[in-house]
């Protein structure tokens, strides 16, 4: 069965179960569609939404992501019955006054209103007086910076109540090019069309433009003035730029009708702007009249391109423009006023038969030529469905046109054909049914952190690398790195680059951030840090596209400084945030990165890239004269920060060591085992040898074996845990334990134990004893530390360093308190769930006791074999969880864990823990003379478990069971030894000789070892 018609018949089954549910292959306008799937995106706005319903709408969400992306083509929806007779009696019951209101679009803010302000009363007396058809969502002034856009809610909520106002349902439209997040806060925002345009994919812009409708009938919204269709081949426009998808007239009407596809099959109309092509021009109509002066052959191959292939898609509108056409019409007038333009090419000779809307007419293009009535009688005259004006004055606009058809200028045929399009577009978008949005769907329908991951990947893929002349990148955030951050803004803003820093701190350990703009923080008045502080800067350039603002370049007084960065002989990278054309004035710049965006999402891929966390494959979708043509760009593979595979030589390299493990296992030293060995960034080994128990029938160990870790608990979980605490500040070195745990006071010594310190207990030199065998004393987890914090001290805390399992019990408890979490449960959600460990957890299920290796044969208090739960007869008794043993894992698992702190806390580009928390806490503590313990982690004495040979900067651990892990950051080494020693006794204790000696053939086989000096 295909695809689409499995999923005809499910919906069908859901139809029957839900009547709200409609069906329709592709849906009405005025539904929305998940994949096959058309829900009526509003109710009655004061019907409450049972719990059941919000559960079916988040449902219903999933699965439009789940099933493929690309949808099936289904039989065009045929305009209903219901439908025309609602059309022809509402176009027959109308006034002359009302049919002229069909015609306006006039703007408003999506935001709270009281029902007695002046904005609402001025929106209610358009809606109620003027009959106004369409409402157009703007943002309002907010200085000196520029705007602020909508709010969901208020968004939603206002446009209810005006839907509630208007006897004929109001036709709402919004700018989003970029989708919501364009004009409505905390919304879906997308990178601009030109990524899109460099990652040269369709189905990135059949998703944008989905996504971007779902949202909007979400909110209220049913018409987006967009996709921008204009071909930019003029590096010197002003207004389009990075809104168009690129140069080339074919790829651009390919994106355009993938975005328009997308836009529609969810419910909403599109619009193509701006017809017939604003590419070409080095003006802005928003500050004068524009003139494209080309030949109607050049137009045919360039201009016209896009509009036919949105037409060929069925696009709902078109958008016209305020720019002089001569080849098109030789009477010196705007394409808004244009009937040869309006209605004889794009009507008669492109066969378009939907809505056509003007672009503002409010604009200077216009207002500084005609007063807005005549503008709005002209713009009819040529052929216009809707008069568009952000001048908040339709009344001018309305008055004018009545004028016009009473005199006969307009005549009242011309009008009917207008206001029937109208009206036919609101039908089939529901609306006559269903005007208003349920609110209580916003929540389930509006950002969904899914829409933000597609948004994020089309960023990610349209980031292009133009030149990398001196490798500079990417760059590697496993090895120290010093940068230096100038972030330039062409347009006035206190604080540009925002992400760009947050995304830049977490992968370097020193960072200097420059900013400056050209109204808060100018060149001339900031300073640039010395040379010695940084070792390679990024010079991120943002170049806003924006109306009114007249050009895309980058003021003198900044391309100065950017000049000055890239000649101080430092490697620099430059990053171009907006028109990638600014690339042309930098020959310099060695390394050149282009994002075609300025939108947050493009910092962060911008960062991603140069680090290497993504890939580069884009391509220039426009040509830089002198600089690059287009189809230009570098592939660079994603770096995947990740433990290499081993190479084919490393076993054979390795061989003498396997040998001896082998040798061991058959001498009963332990019953087997697993080794893992890492070395430069790749996993060399993981070699089980052996068998899970002594018994010739027994399973023979496998990679994935799970091993009791024992003491390595101590290192693995609570001492990483204790990290991380420590970088948030919830658990400072030298705070006092007593703050946390107020009962170890209790008892003797109480003065002392109010001295003893987080630092303490991960130097062991708290005081307290080794160990007790409380677990043969005690009944639970609350008795057990009660009688280690009764416990009298035997040392002064800090005097001396003697190992003590009870003091890691206390780190436990402590850090539970610290973190308000289970011990177990704050490692799996901040360590061992997002670094990928499946296999490392406290009281693994009963389900996984055949990969576990057995422990003892207990005599004393378990009386059995010990095998799937903890060894450690303290740890038991606390559950199974305890900061000084209890934890589980495999080797591959360990080795994850331990190319973590090789790659300086960071891994698969994430970072857990900063390389200067890391290097605390695995240097040597020198409060102690002659004691050897770092924080949580021992260094090598004499003799070292780790051998002869691991530098003094090595740090590692060992466990009771025959677990042990030793790492060497001079030497870009680890090596996990994983055995069952204890198996079936405690007695067998040869696993001191076995333990040093596999380190120091691990460290000879890899040429490690230093020379052996030569024999006199």
């Given amino acids: 069965m295909a695809p689409a018609a499995a999923r005809r018949i499910a919906c069908k089954s859901i139809v029957r179960k839900n009547p709200r549910v409609l069906y329709t292959g592709r849906p009405r306008l005025g539904q929305r569609r998940f994949e096959g799937v058309a829900v009526r995106i509003a109710r009655q706005a004061s019907l409450p939404r049972p719990p059941a319903r919000r559960f079916f709408a988040s449902l219903l969400l999933l699965t439009w992501f789940l099933l493929p992306a690309a949808i099936a083509e289904a039989p065009e929806q045929k305009f209903s019955r219901s439908d025309d007779r609602w059309v022809k009696r509402t176009l027959e019951r109308m006034s002359l006054d009302e049919k002229i209101g069909q015609l306006l679009m006039v703007p ?89 345009g460099a990652a040269g994919d369709t189905e990135l812009a059949y998703r944008m433009g989905r996504i971007a409708a779902s949202e909007a009938r979400a909110l209220g919204v049913h018409w987006l003035l967009a996709p921008v269709v204009d071909v930019n081949n003029n590096p010197l426009n002003p207004i389009i730029n990075i809104r168009s998808f690129g140069e080339d007239p074919a790829e651009v009407g390919r994106l355009a009708a993938a975005f328009i596809r997308g836009c529609q099959e969810a419910g909403a109309l599109c619009t193509a702007k701006h017809f017939p092509g604003l590419g070409d021009t080095t003006l802005d109509p928003h500050l004068e009249l524009a003139a494209v002066g080309v030949d109607r052959a050049r137009l045919e191959q360039l201009e016209l391109v896009p509009f036919k292939a949105a037409i060929a898609g069925d696009v709902a509108a078109v958008m016209t423009e305020h720019i002089v056409v001569p080849a098109l019409d030789p009477e010196p007038v705007a394409a808004t006023f244009s009937r040869p333009i309006t209605t004889g090419l794009l009507r008669d000779q492109l066969g378009f038969e939907g809505l056509v809307i003007t672009d503002d007419v409010s604009m200077n293009a216009i207002a500084s030529h005609i007063w807005p009535g005549e503008a709005a009688v002209r713009a009819f005259e040529a052929g216009a469905d809707v008069i568009l004006s952000m001048s908040r004055q339709p009344e001018v606009a309305f008055a004018a046109l009545k004028r016009a058809v009473e005199s006969g200028r307009l005549g009242e045929e011309r009008l009917n054909q207008s206001v029937e399009r109208i009206l036919r577009a609101k039908a089939r978008l529901g609306l006559p049914r269903q005007a208003q949005v349920d609110l209580e769907q916003v929540e389930a329908l509006v950002n969904n952190p899914r829409f933000q991951e597609q948004a994020q990947e089309m960023a990610d893929r349209g980031v292009a690398l133009l030149r990398d002349d001196a490798g500079l990148l990417p760059l590697d955030s496993t090895r120290p ?117 300025t939108a947050e999402i493009a910092e962060r891929a911008a960062i991603r890239a140069v680090f290497g966390q993504i890939g580069t494959s884009a391509r220039l979708p426009v040509t830089i004269p002198g600089t690059a043509e287009r189809g230009a760009g570098l592939t660079r593979a994603a770096a995947p920060m990740e433990l290499a595979a081993a190479a084919p030589e490393d076993e054979t390299r390795l061989a003498p060591v396997f040998t001896l493990l082998d040798q061991a ?91 003893i310190t987080v630092r303490h207990l991960l130097t062991h030199s708290s005081g307290l004893p080794g160990y007790l065998r409380l677990f043969q004393e005690v009944n639970d987890r609350r008795q057990l530390l009660e009688r280690i914090c009764a416990a009298p001290l035997e040392y002064a805390p800090g005097s001396q360093s003697v190992y003590s399992d009870l003091g890691m019990i206390l780190l436990g408890e402590v850090i539970e308190r610290a973190s308000g979490q289970p011990l177990d449960v704050f490692l799996q959600k901040n360590l061992f769930e997002p670094l990928g460990l499946r296999s490392t957890l406290f009281r693994p299920p009963q389900a996984w006791r055949d990969r576990i290796a057995p422990t003892e044969e207990d005599a004393e208090g378990r009386r059995g074999l010990i095998h ?89 651990h060992t466990g009771f069971t025959g677990t042990s892990i030793w790492i060497d950051p001079e030497k870009r080494l680890f090596v996990i030894l994983l055995t069952n020693r204890v198996h079936p006794t405690a007695s067998n204790n040869q696993i001191r000789s076995l333990r040093p000696a596999v380190h120091d053939a691990v460290v000879a086989a890899l040429g490690l070892a230093p020379p052996t000096p030569a024999t006199p």
């Fill in 868 to 956: 799937g739960e903890v060894h450690d007869g303290n740890a038991w008794m606390m559950g199974g969880v305890a900061g000084h043993a209890g934890l589980f894992s495999t080797a591959p698992d360990l080795a994850v864990f331990c190319q973590l702190l090789l790659n300086g806390g960071v891994y698969r580009h994430r970072r857990f823990l900063q390389r200067s928390t890391l290097e605390l806490f695995t240097s040597r503590q020198t409060d102690i003379t002659g004691a050897s313990r770092a924080l949580g982690w021992d260094t090598p004495t004499e003799p070292s478990t780790s051998g002869r040979y691991f530098s003094a900067r090595a740090f590692g």
């Fill in 108 to 196: 408003y803010y999506g935001g709270f209103a009281n029902t007695d302000s002046e904005e609402f009363l001025r929106l209610a007396r358009q809606i109620r007086e003027l009959h106004v058809g369409g409402l157009i969502v703007s943002t309002r002034p907010q200085r000196p910076t520029g705007f602020e856009r909508s709010e969901i809610y208020g968004l939603a909520q206002l446009t209810n109540r005006l839907q509630q106002l208007a006897p004929v349902p109001v036709l709402v439209a919004a700018d989003f090019e970029r989708g919501a997040g364009f004009r409505v806060r905390d919304t879906t925002s997308f990178p601009h069309n030109m990524t899109l």
């Fill in 665 to 755: 296992a058959a001498q009963g030293i332990t019953p087997g085992g697993v080794l893992a060995v890492g070395h430069g960034g790749r996993l060399a080994a993981v070699h089980p040898f052996g068998r899970l128990r002594y018994a010739s029938d027994a399973d023979r160990v496998q990679p994935d074996t799970l091993y009791d870790l024992a003491s390595l608990t101590k290192v693995v979980a609570t001492t990483t845990a204790a990290m991380m605490l420590y970088e948030r500040g919830a658990l400072p070195l030298d705070a006092r334990v007593v703050d946390y745990l107020p009962e170890l006071q209790q008892g003797p010594d109480a003065a002392a134990k109010a001295r």
């Fill in 481 to 597: 790195q010093r940068g230096l951050l100038l972030i330039v803004s062409a347009d006035p803003d206190p604080f540009p680059g925002a992400e760009l820093e947050r995304e830049l701190t977490s992968r370097v350990d020193s960072l200097q951030v420059v900013r400056t703009d050209r109204l808060f923080f100018k060149p001339e008045e900031i300073a640039l840090p010395a040379a010695s502080l940084y070792d390679w800067t990024l010079v991120a350039a943002f170049v806003r596209v924006a109306d009114r603002k007249g050009n895309v370049a980058l003021p003198e007084n900044l391309a100065a400084l950017v000049q000055k960065i890239l000649n101080n002989g430092k490697p620099a990278a430059l990053i171009i945030l907006g028109s990638p054309y600014l690339a042309e004035r930098f020959p310099q710049a060695k390394t050149v990165l282009c994002t075609f965006s």
